[in-house]
């Protein structure tokens, strides 16, 4: 008698599981998010398959010229003077302008964090070069950073004489870091002000009760470990978005003066659109990129969630 029950309860567990998953609420759920993966298997996972298949060949749809280089490509890449080149100018890049405007970030949302008119409006201006397009962004800075522009206005009261940023070997890159810095830190701004606000109030009162008044001790035992999750992602969009860096390029100096602004997206383009036939090299140069950007993400994912503050 007592299998008999067992049995039939077990049927009827069955029974319920079936109806559960034929529930409307999840038919619905599928529904909804079918268009989307046909969307990202379409425009992401379709072209990556296909950019990684033809970094194996000799690619050149202009002269109709297709052949199998097996990891030929690739050696060229990681042997190529002008993407290492390239290589150690976007790692430069991304070590200074991420942790630059993580900090900066990180300061604008201290100081704007309250509720007051002038907070609010102050946190508007702020947010201003955030909005702007990049090539917007990019023909500004063209000025300011020219013989005439605002760089060398306000460096004449010291003395110093007029000179044109964007042509120096020495001074390209960290004016282009400059410009960076002060559009994106804005934006992640944004991050961090709704990680502030979403810190309890009771914890703040506790704090206070715990002898935790001064603004650095606040910084230091509550702001900065509570915003922890914060900080990781504001620090792998910079990243991304930093080994990523294209437009700003283009526009402003095309890779030079003498490479000094030479970056591994640049090098992908000219592969693909300037020596037209090495379209295999540009696709094997992206997925070294790809890697590189993959490992340090995973690094730095685990550096911060593992550290105990």
């Known amino acids: 008698m007592v299998c008999l029950n067992t049995e039939v309860y077990q049927v009827n567990k069955i029974r319920e599981g079936k109806k559960k998953n034929k529930s409307p609420e999840k038919m619905t759920g599928i ?4 268009p989307l993966m046909i969307f990202i298997s379409v425009f992401t996972f379709f072209p990556a398959i296909y950019s990684f298949v033809i970094s194996l060949f000799h690619y050149n749809p202009f002269f109709h010229s297709i052949y199998f280089t097996g ?4 050696i060229h890449v990681v042997e190529s003077p002008a993407f290492l080149k390239s290589l150690l100018n976007v790692l430069l890049y991304t070590a200074v302008v991420v942790t ?3 900090f900066l970030a990180f300061v604008y949302a201290l100081l704007f964090n309250t509720a007051s008119k002038i907070s609010r409006i102050a946190r508007a201006i702020v947010f ?3 909005v702007v397009s990049p090539v917007s962004m990019s023909i500004i800075f063209i000025w300011v950073f020219s013989d005439s522009g605002l760089v060398n206005f306000f460096l004449s009261f010291f003395g110093i004489a007029p000179h044109n940023w964007l042509f120096s070997t020495e001074f390209a890159f960290p004016a282009i870091m400059a410009m960076n810095i002060f559009t994106t830190a804005p934006y992640f701004m ?3 002000s709704a990680g502030l606000q979403a810190i309890p109030q009771d914890v703040l009162d506790a704090a ?4 935790i008044t001064s603004a650095f001790a606040r910084f230091r035992y509550i ?6 999750f914060s900080t990781v992602l504001v620090v792998i969009l910079g990243l991304t978005g930093a080994m990523q860096l294209f437009d700003q390029i283009y526009v402003i100096t095309d890779g030079g003066p003498a490479r000094s602004t030479y970056v591994p997206l640049m090098y992908i383009y000219n592969r693909t659109f300037v020596y037209i036939g090495d379209i295999g090299l540009a696709a094997a140069a992206s997925f070294v990129l790809f890697v590189i950007i993959m490992a340090l993400t995973i690094t730095q994912r ?3 969630t593992e550290r105990t503050w």
């Not at 990891?71 to 690739?74: A, D, I, K, R, W």
């Not at 702001?223 to 922890?228: C, L, Q, S, V």
């Open 31 to 34: 529904l909804f998010i079918i």
């Open 100 to 102: 630059v405007q993580t």
């Open 223 to 228: 702001y900065f470990p509570m915003m922890r």
């Open 302 to 304: 685990k550096v911060i």
């Open 208 to 211: 206070k009760i715990d002898g």
């Open 128 to 130: 201003i070069p955030a």
């Open 71 to 74: 990891v030929s490509n690739y």
């Open 190 to 192: 944004i991050i961090y």
